[in-house]
Structure formats: structure tokens, C-alpha cells
């Protein structure tokens, strides 16, 4: 019998995919034998959006790049401006920043740890961890007023400063957070169900990873010790001291192990900058001027390497704004960990990355494709288009 | 010649009297509408078990705690739009719902209700029973087969596959109680147990691989890969909405309600009577109990892929089942 | 510094003068600007001799009559080198680099697919990004295409496929 692959398509619309991406996999038998991504259906045109708005006007823009890594992207942009304009931070703008970022990271970590336990089919998992998220969203709710949308950095510093009092409620819900996440470690190491959807599934060697451009969690957890946050410091992470996680095994429950460990660690990296966060102000001035230059600018998202690259021609606008989100330097180490494995285990090796394609999918144009969904409300489409 | 007149008016009128007792008792209680009733009811206990144990509140408002939220989902259905796929097999897909919703039901017109001898009992009819069992996963995959999608065929391929695995420990753990009390009528068996002691006690081993074995045959977690939301859809169900949907939901309340009434039966001794409490008590404590044993288990397991529940099946299931058949032989499950 | 200094005391050494203009902005930073017929070899030296082994992105940026190419490649994760040159529009075409850095392959598609530059010997040059009916020859991110007009081009062909 000749086998003759059957191709089938992932997408874009598919109940294990939380936003519209399409893959084509060749299959035989249950063995998939290639894969193509075509991505895009989640284009915004920001990139070209950057370039028409003000420096000022784009904190905003950046900003809603992606729901989850908010934060990440306003930093990582803030810092591109700063270093144009040869701004210095204050201290305390620089620790609230680092307290920011490590909350955004429990919290991204906790949606995608229930999202993972949601694909494999445990949900009584997914309802516990996304009810102790909460407790996250909670504080930053107390914090900046919003519970994703926090709207913390601006260029020269932060927004909002975080008193005394609600220091001492942050650390009382991390107390509660270590908790849980200790009893989700053990749950993830000893639940059978768990370990045999998750050990061995979606092999990634270091090598490749890293020949791939893999970056985040996904390269940690095939034994690659690269972190943004040790290797090329931001904010206060030079002065505060913490653990790079890695694991060996380079599966599926490497990845869930260690983006598990890296809340512990968040955990303990905001303790540490409470306890040791400097007096003063929170923002500095910005002058009127914007000279010519460029810059690039890096930050660890919770999915990865996120980087940035600014070029300014003199004016208030940028010339040229580039962003490159972790998921997409993700998406060729994806494929190559998709080569040779079963179809069931599709869903959960694409959600071991942590795929976020509302961050990778930026540029030009406001996609046809999505619209095409929508053309059955023709009432939607025509208000949206001819009323801008 | 009046005499004659006035027995024979009395003759008829006890037979129309008998008959239309057992009318009743086939339609209301405990028959049609009693089993419907139940099979919201017990609809109701699992979502609201399982909505606890994941920290939920599960159904709170329609009705006290939720309680008439199975009844408004069905009704809601039957008034939704029936949108049937432009290539499906019209003919087929019409026959479908109404078959799944008809054997579990006429199914449990066997297991004793409400006294110590079922509606309809006769000499063999638990081997009845495993019958109705295949023709139900025969009527899944023709529901697959028929509604011509991607989604649907792979769900009902998965459903066959999953049937394989699991009938042979199933009919041996149910055999089981049959050989203790040697005979194959489910009210016999349900009768050996009141006069001797409940056979969860004496066949342990048997009561586990038939509760694993039901999981499998309900397409509850860690065995609802035909339905795996996250891979397929809704697998064999995807096409179906409107009444047909609404139908093949009842349905599968009303497999829930002979599981475990199955379970309660050859198992955990059935309706018996305790002293003044009337059968139909302890048949629905015991029933509400399995409920909760097969809510329990389907919250705290993930779903397992298709290869691994078919070797899971084979290599574990299947040896266990065996070892308790000769356990029995030899002299110690009676 | 130090290291910084090194490596662009070795990449000096091996380009010559292809190595057109090197700078040290800050410390982990460097931007260089070389030949593009050398980038083969300027990456294949970065890579596998200088060990510079993850790519973080390659950015192109239109400059009106020529469109620049810049390589972002980091060392040990750390020291970020951006590696540039500039292509005419009228012929914009750049040897590619996948069969070096595998992971260059999604974002030579990006450059192609915004800017239009063409990237010789690249496996898949199909549209990542962008629909497959989007006309051809039209790249969103060349100053010469205004976001009002894009919209209105993107509204135009819905409103064709929706009569």
C-alpha cells in the first residue's frame, strides 16, 4: 500500500486555537511528516500605525499589541525612547518596573498553565489556576486601577507609585500565591494523566533551538541558559539576584516545569525589590527635543526575547518602528518539534509554546482574511470602514 | 345467565384494570416520564458535583440551586434552529437521536426501580443489556458516518476504536455478579443480594473494572477522546443542533442514569427494602452515589490519547477482568 | 566594554574594508555597516566563528530610494550586533541566509512580504503575512503608500467581494 500523506488543516478557526492561526500539516497515518504555517490573520497594521502617531501617542499603541504581555511591550518601547533621548530612570521607577514585569509574568504563566491542563483535558486544573490568578489581577487592579491594560510606564518613569499599604496587601497575596504554586508543581510532577500526555511529546534539541531563533521558555527548557533579564539587564534586574530556570529533558513537561519554577522565582524577585525598592521620585522630565539616531531595545517577555529597534529621523514621529514578538522567533522551532509526532499531540506541542499571535502578527495591514469572517454582517463591515 | 353476565363484566374490567396499571407503570412511574424526570435529575447532581469540585457553583439560579437547569437546556433546544449539513445523509441523521434516546431508555424498563422484579424480566436479559450496549455505539457511528464532516467522522472512528477496548472487560465484570448468583435476570441478581450481601464486597475487583469500563462507555473524562472538544470539535456530535440535539442530550442522561443504575444493581444491591424504607429510597441513594463516583473521577483526570486508553485497556483492564472471573471459579465470589 | 572591543577588533580584521563604518553606542550594543557582497560571509564569520549564534530579528526600513537591510544577531544572548547595508529599490535583491541560521527563514518572509525585498535562494518566499489576494507589487511598509490609501484599498476589495 503506498502511503500518500493526507494533508489536513489546523485553522484558522479550530477550538484548540485561542486566535485564528492556519497550519497545514501533511500527515500519514497519525504521523504528521511536515508543516506549514501561514500566520497574519491577526494583523493590525501597527507597525505602519507607529510611524503616523507621536512618541507620546504610541506608549498607548504599544501597549495593545497583546493583552497578556502589555507590560512587556511598554517597557521594552519606554526603554528604545529613554535611551534615544540619553534619559537616566529614576531608582524607583526602575524597581516598580521590575515589580510590574514579574506580576506580569505570574499572571501570563497561571492563564497558560490552565490553558495547557484545558487541551489535555483537565479542566478541574484549569478552573483552580485561573481562580488563583485572580489573585494577581486583584493586585494589579489595587495597583494601576486596570486588570490587564495597566498603563504603568511612560517615557522617564512610571505612572503610578505603590504605597506603603498596598505593599503590605502585595505581599500577603504572593504569600497565597507560593502556595498554590507549590501544590501546582507537585500536581504537574505526579498526576499520571498529566505526564503521559506531556513526557517525551515535542522534542526540541538545544542545538536546534537554538539555530531556530527559539527564545523564552520554550529554549529554557531544552537546557539553554539565555535569559534577557541576566544577559542583557534592564531596569534594576543587574541589582536584584535571581535564578535562571532550565531543564534538561527538552519536552512538553520541561516547558509546563519550568514556566511553573519562573512564577516561584517572580515571586521571589518581587519580594526582594519591595524589601529593597529606593525612596524618590518616579519620573523624570523629557525634553522637547528628539534627536536623530536609533536604538534597539530587549526585555523578557513571559514568552521570550522581545526586541525592539527605533529609528528616529529629528521629528516628533518615529521614522521607523520595528517589532519582533517571542512567538515569532518561536513558530520555526514549533514546526520542527511538530515533524515526526502524532496528530492528538498537535494541540499540546503548539500550547508548550505559548503562543501569542495577537503580538506576532503586527504589520502591515488590516488582514482581508479576518474581515472575511465578518462579511456576513455587512452592516459591521460597512460602519467600520467608511466612519474612519 | 345475569351471573354469567356480570362475571364476565368483571373479568374484562379486571384486565382493563391490569392493563392500564401497567400502562401507567410503563409510562409514568416507573417508567417513561419518571425515567425522564430522573435522568434531569441526575443530569443536574453530576453538573453540580463536578461544578464543586473544581470550585464552581455549577447551576444556580433557574429553579432552587440550579435545579430545573437540565429541563431549560432541553427545552431551550427544542426550539433552536435544526441545521443539518448540505452532503449529510437526511435519513440517517433523523433515525439517529431517536435510537440513542430509545435504547438506554427501553434498557431500563429491565433494571428494578421501584420493587424487586423490573418491568420487563425475563431469563438472560443482562446478556439484553450488553446487546443494547453495542447497538448504542453502533447508532454513534452511524451519527459520525452520516453527518459527512471532517470533525464528525474522526469522532465516530474514535468511538468504535474506543467501543473495541472496552466491551470485553465490561461483560466480564458484569458476568461476574451473574455467576454469584446464577442467573442472568438482573432482578434475580438484584434478589441474590438482598438475601446474601451486597457483591461490591465479595467481587471488589470486578466493581473497579466495571466503573472504569462505564467511564469509557459514557465517553466521560479520562475516556471522552470521541469527543475531545479540544481536538475535534464535539467529535460524532458536531452536527447535530436543534431537536436532534436536544434528543441525543436526554439520551445521554438517560445512559447516565443506567450506568449507574447498572451499577447500583449488580453491584451495590439494588432497590431493597431496610425495614420501613420503600425500594425506590434506596435505589435512588444508591444511584445518586454512583453519580457522584463517576462525577468524581471525570473531574479529577486528564484525557488520555486513543493509542494509550487502547493498550491501557488491553494490557490492565482486560487481565483484571479475568483474574476476577477466575477468582470466582474458584470459589471466591459466591 | 572589553568584549565588545574584541569582537570588533576580529570582525575588522576579517572584513577589511567591506566593513564600512563600525560604532559602540552603549555597552552590549554595536551597529555596523558593511558591503552587501559580503554579507554571506560576514554572517557565516559571525556565526560560527564569533559564535553569535541566535538571531533576534532582520529589520528592513525603507529610506526612499534604497531600502536598508539590518541582521540583528546576539552573542551568548547578550552583546546585540546589527549588521546593515542597503539595497536599491529598483532591484532589491539579497542572497539569503537560511542555510546558516535556520531561524532567518520566517523573517526574510517579512521583509519580503512589506518591503519587497528578495531574498535569492530562500526555500518559500510565499506571503506570510499578508492575504493571498493582496495585489502584487504593493508593499505596505514603503513610505510611498499612505495608511489612508492602504485602508482604502483593503475596504475597496471587501466591498468587491461582498457584491
Known amino acids: 500500500m503506498n502511503p500518500c500523506p493526507i494533508k489536513i488543516p489546523f485553522g484558522p478557526q479550530h477550538p484548540a486555537l485561542k486566535e485564528p492561526e492556519n497550519f497545514l500539516f501533511e500527515i500519514e497515518g497519525e504521523r504528521i511528516v511536515d508543516v506549514k504555517p501561514r500566520i497574519g490573520y491577526n494583523h493590525r497594521g501597527i507597525e505602519k500605525a507607529f510611524e503616523c502617531k507621536t512618541y507620546i501617542q504610541n506608549i498607548y499603541l504599544a501597549e495593545r499589541i497583546c493583552g497578556i504581555c502589555s507590560d512587556a511591550h511598554t517597557t521594552c518601547y519606554t526603554q528604545a525612547i529613554e535611551e534615544l533621548l540619553g534619559l537616566e530612570v529614576p531608582p524607583r521607577a526602575k524597581y516598580i518596573r521590575v515589580i510590574i514585569a514579574e506580576l506580569e509574568r505570574i499572571q501570563s504563566h497561571a492563564l497558560w498553565i490552565g490553558l495547557v491542563a484545558h487541551e489535555i483535558g483537565f479542566d478541574t486544573l484549569f478552573m483552580y489556576v485561573w481562580r488563583d490568578r485572580e489573585t494577581v489581577l486583584d493586585i494589579f487592579e489595587r495597583i494601576s486601577g486596570n486588570r490587564i491594560h495597566y498603563a504603568m510606564n511612560t517615557i522617564g518613569g512610571v505612572r503610578r507609585d505603590i504605597s506603603s499599604a498596598m505593599v503590605l496587601e502585595i505581599k500577603k497575596s504572593l504569600n497565597h500565591m507560593e502556595e498554590r504554586v507549590k501544590y501546582y508543581l507537585d500536581v504537574v510532577k505526579s498526576e499520571r494523566t498529566i505526564l503521559k500526555r506531556a513526557v517525551d511529546i515535542g522534542i526540541l534539541e538545544p542545538k536546534d533551538a537554538v539555530n531556530l531563533g527559539a527564545v523564552g521558555p520554550t529554549l529554557r527548557a531544552s537546557g539553554v541558559n539565555h535569559d534577557v533579564r541576566v544577559d542583557d539587564p534592564y531596569a534594576a534586574y543587574d541589582e536584584i539576584p535571581f535564578n535562571v530556570i532550565t531543564h534538561e529533558d527538552c519536552d512538553v513537561l520541561s516547558r509546563i516545569l519550568v514556566r511553573c519554577e519562573e512564577m516561584h522565582e517572580s515571586i521571589e524577585i518581587i519580594h526582594y525589590a519591595l524589601g529593597y525598592m529606593p525612596d524618590g521620585i518616579i519620573k523624570t522630565e523629557i525634553p522637547m527635543n528628539f534627536p536623530e539616531g536609533e536604538t534597539v531595545s530587549r526585555v523578557e517577555a513571559p514568552r521570550g526575547e522581545l526586541i525592539h529597534y527605533l529609528k528616529s529621523n529629528g521629528t516628533r514621529k518615529p521614522e521607523r518602528y520595528k517589532v519582533r514578538s517571542p512567538t515569532l522567533g518561536n513558530i520555526p522551532a514549533l514546526c520542527r518539534m511538530l515533524l515526526g509526532g502524532f496528530v492528538a499531540d498537535i494541540p499540546i506541542v503548539l500550547a508548550g509554546i505559548d503562543p501569542c499571535f495577537s503580538c506576532m502578527d503586527r504589520m502591515a495591514f488590516i488582514d482581508i482574511k479576518t474581515d472575511e469572517k465578518w462579511v456576513w454582517t455587512m452592516q459591521q463591515l460597512r460602519r467600520k470602514f467608511t466612519n474612519e | ?334 | 566594554m572589553e568584549k565588545e572591543k574584541e569582537i570588533v577588533k576580529r570582525l575588522k580584521s576579517f572584513l577589511g574594508e567591506n566593513l564600512v563604518k563600525v560604532t559602540i553606542p552603549r555597552e552590549r550594543r554595536i551597529f555596523s555597516y558593511i558591503r552587501k557582497e559580503v554579507l554571506r560571509e560576514a554572517v557565516n564569520y559571525l556565526v560560527n566563528v564569533l559564535r553569535f549564534k541566535h538571531i533576534s530579528t532582520i529589520t528592513g526600513v525603507d529610506l526612499g530610494g534604497e531600502i536598508e537591510v539590518i541582521y540583528h544577531l546576539a552573542y551568548e544572548g547578550s552583546i546585540l550586533l546589527s549588521l546593515r547595508f542597503t539595497v536599491s529599490k529598483e532591484k532589491p535583491n539579497v542572497p539569503t541566509i537560511t542555510d546558516i541560521v535556520s531561524g532567518a527563514v520566517l523573517y526574510e518572509r517579512e521583509v519580503h512580504d512589506f518591503l519587497g525585498v528578495k531574498f535569492d535562494g530562500h526555500p518559500d518566499l510565499s506571503p506570510l503575512m499578508l492575504p493571498e489576494e493582496w495585489p502584487q507589487g504593493v508593499y505596505p511598509l514603503r513610505k510611498e503608500h499612505k495608511l489612508e490609501e492602504l485602508k482604502e484599498m483593503t475596504s475597496k476589495k471587501v466591498g468587491e467581494k461582498m457584491l
Request: glycine share 6%; with cysteine; net charge positive.
Open chain 2, 1 to 334: 345467565m345475569g351471573l354469567d353476565h356480570a362475571t364476565a363484566k368483571k373479568e374484562v374490567y379486571k384486565r382493563m384494570t391490569t392493563e392500564t396499571m401497567l400502562l401507567l407503570r410503563i409510562l409514568v412511574f416507573p417508567g417513561v416520564l419518571f425515567l425522564f424526570a430522573l435522568a434531569f435529575f441526575f443530569e443536574w447532581v453530576d453538573r453540580k458535583f463536578f461544578a464543586r469540585v473544581q470550585n464552581r457553583y455549577g447551576p444556580l439560579h433557574t429553579g432552587q440551586q440550579g435545579i430545573l437547569q437540565p429541563l431549560a437546556d432541553f427545552l431551550k433546544l427544542l426550539s433552536k434552529e435544526d441545521v443539518t449539513p448540505y452532503a449529510a445523509d437526511k435519513i440517517i441523521l433523523f433515525f439517529v437521536p431517536i435510537s440513542y434516546l430509545a435504547l438506554p431508555l427501553t434498557t431500563l424498563f429491565i433494571v428494578p426501580i421501584a420493587s424487586q422484579m423490573s418491568l420487563i424480566a425475563f431469563e438472560g436479559d443482562l446478556i439484553f443489556i450488553v446487546f443494547t450496549f453495542t447497538l448504542t455505539i453502533i447508532t454513534v457511528f452511524f451519527a459520525g458516518w452520516s453527518s459527512t464532516s471532517r470533525f464528525s467522522t474522526m469522532g465516530s472512528i474514535r468511538a468504535t476504536l474506543q467501543m473495541l477496548s472496552y466491551e470485553i472487560p465490561m461483560g466480564l465484570s458484569m458476568i461476574g455478579p451473574a455467576m454469584a448468583a446464577s442467573s442472568l435476570s438482573v432482578s434475580r441478581i438484584v434478589k441474590w443480594q438482598s438475601l446474601h450481601s451486597w457483591i461490591v464486597f465479595i467481587q471488589p475487583l470486578g466493581f473497579a473494572v466495571f466503573t472504569v469500563c462505564l467511564l469509557a462507555e459514557l465517553q466521560f473524562v479520562p475516556f471522552d477522546i470521541p469527543e475531545a472538544e479540544t481536538e475535534i470539535v464535539a467529535g460524532w456530535q458536531t452536527e447535530f443542533s436543534g431537536r436532534k440535539l436536544a434528543l441525543l442530550r436526554i439520551g445521554k442522561d438517560l445512559e447516565l442514569v443506567l450506568a449507574s443504575a447498572l451499577i447500583t444493581s449488580l453491584y451495590l444491591g439494588g432497590c431493597q427494602r431496610f425495614w420501613l424504607i420503600p425500594p425506590i429510597v434506596t435505589f435512588l441513594v444508591k444511584t445518586i452515589m454512583a453519580v457522584m463516583l463517576l462525577s468524581l473521577l471525570r473531574a479529577v483526570f486528564a484525557r488520555f490519547r486513543i493509542d494509550q486508553m487502547l493498550s491501557g485497556m488491553w494490557r490492565y483492564l482486560l487481565p483484571l477482568a479475568t483474574i476476577q472471573i477466575i477468582l470466582i471459579q474458584l470459589g471466591l465470589g459466591r
